[in-house]
């Protein structure tokens, strides 16, 4: 039997963090109707994020996002998680020689937005990351307050608040036309057809099929996969309080995660929209750099995984009004930045979904709608 037409003010496509945190913004305006694909949310990247809170990691206005989004992470509203969303963890950052200037345009970064850091010989960061190869590198930028991020917790909190502000998700829900017809659009699914004035499009490595379906030209927002895996720390060490450490050229980044080591070759690599696994090359790639820039010798690989990134071509967000579809929203290209600045992006896309201004705090930091837009060149492609 078929369902009835559903109807809601908003639709969001997609229940990953981008389009739980816009939903829950958005319930404040309206009823929400979300839409997911898998039978459960947060299935792809989200349930695959390294799931930490740095503001210096990722292009210029993600960091400023996630700067916007650091009050909400460390105090949530009352009643939003039973648990904290955030622990500490820190960040450490490490630049080769030649690479100097770059770690220190970071520093100037970070400090026009008042994020704490502090900068470091190489030898001075063995002291927070003893495993480093000191001799391979010159300086390092070490974030105290980078804080490890409760992505369930999160993802949960935002979905029971919606339901609670009378919203609805539907999983198992594959979009399979979607056309506007007298001020609504229409979304037909395996589950049935939703309709709403204003449709937001959160569907992460799925963005482009979706704008697609919508009758848009092409935008430049595609998945890019990235692998990583999980190994064993070194034999009688307590790698627990060890920061998330990065190399400044992102050819790697490992992080303690469950009493062992998440390690990734940061790979970015075109995809098509899929279930991502690990690519074996550069699950080998991950080990030779974790043997090659610290003391580790790497045996057994407990698991190894993959997941999709959604990148713009100049890595910065994708969020607002798309110029060529009335009441179509985008919220993409998060390229590994959606959890940690998920609740300023989605604050940024229900305003603009709703016709408010910038919120205040976000555009004190510098960052303006025109810089985000969907209709920028590098995105329409004009």
């Known amino acids: 039997m078929a369902r009835d037409m559903e109807t809601a003010d908003f639709v969001v496509i997609g229940a990953g963090i981008a389009g739980a945190s816009v939903a829950y913004e958005l319930s404040r305006h309206g009823k929400v109707i979300v839409l997911e694909a898998e039978s459960s949310p947060g299935y ?47 960040a450490m950052f490490l630049a080769c020689e030649g690479e100097e200037d770059k770690l220190s345009e970071q520093a100037a970064c970070m400090a026009r937005r008042a994020a704490r850091f502090e900068l470091m010989t190489a030898r001075q960061a063995l002291s927070h990351c003893p495993i480093i190869r000191a001799d391979l590198f010159t300086q390092a930028l070490h974030e105290p307050d980078c ?9 949960s909190g935002y979905l029971r608040a919606l339901r ?4 609805k998700l539907f999983t198992n829900a594959t979009v399979q036309s ?14 049935g057809s939703f309709s709403a004035p204003v449709v937001v499009n959160a569907a992460g490595g799925w963005a482009q099929h979706v704008a697609g379906m919508a009758g848009l030209p092409h935008r430049s927002v595609n998945p890019y996969r990235r692998t990583a895996i999980l190994i064993d720390p070194p034999a009688g060490g307590d790698a627990s309080r ?60 407990e698991h190894k995984w993959g997941g999709l990134r959604t990148f713009a071509p100049d890595n910065e967000p994708v969020i607002g009004a798309d110029p060529d579809a009335e009441g179509f929203i985008w919220l993409a290209g998060q390229g590994g930045n959606g959890v940690m600045a998920g609740p300023a992006s989605a604050r940024l896309a229900a305003h603009c979904a709703v016709g408010l201004s910038i919120p205040q705090d976000i555009a004190g930091l510098g960052l303006t709608y025109g810089a985000v837009s969907p209709g920028r060149s590098c995105v329409r492609g004009s």
């Open 178 to 191: 979607l056309k506007r017809e007298n001020g609504l659009w229409l979304a037909t699914t395996t589950l």
């Open 147 to 155: 804080k490890d991020i409760d992505t369930n917790a999160l993802l």
């Open 242 to 301: 060890w920061p998330m450490t990065f190399d400044v050229a992102e050819t790697f980044y490992f992080k303690p995660e469950a009493g062992r080591i998440m390690v990734s070759p940061v790979d970015k690599e075109l995809s098509v929209p899929c279930d991502a696994q690990a690519d074996e090359m550069e699950v080998a790639i991950a080990v030779d750099r974790m043997e090659r820039f610290t003391t580790m010798q790497i045996g057994r690989i």
């Open 44 to 90: 792809h990247s989200t349930g695959r994020s390294a799931a930490i809170m740095s503001e210096n990691y990722g292009s210029a206005l993600w960091s400023t996002l996630v700067t916007a989004s650091r009050g909400f992470l460390d105090s949530p509203p009352d009643g939003f998680s039973d648990v904290p969303l955030t622990q500490p963890r820190g």
């Open 164 to 167: 609670a502000a009378g919203g």
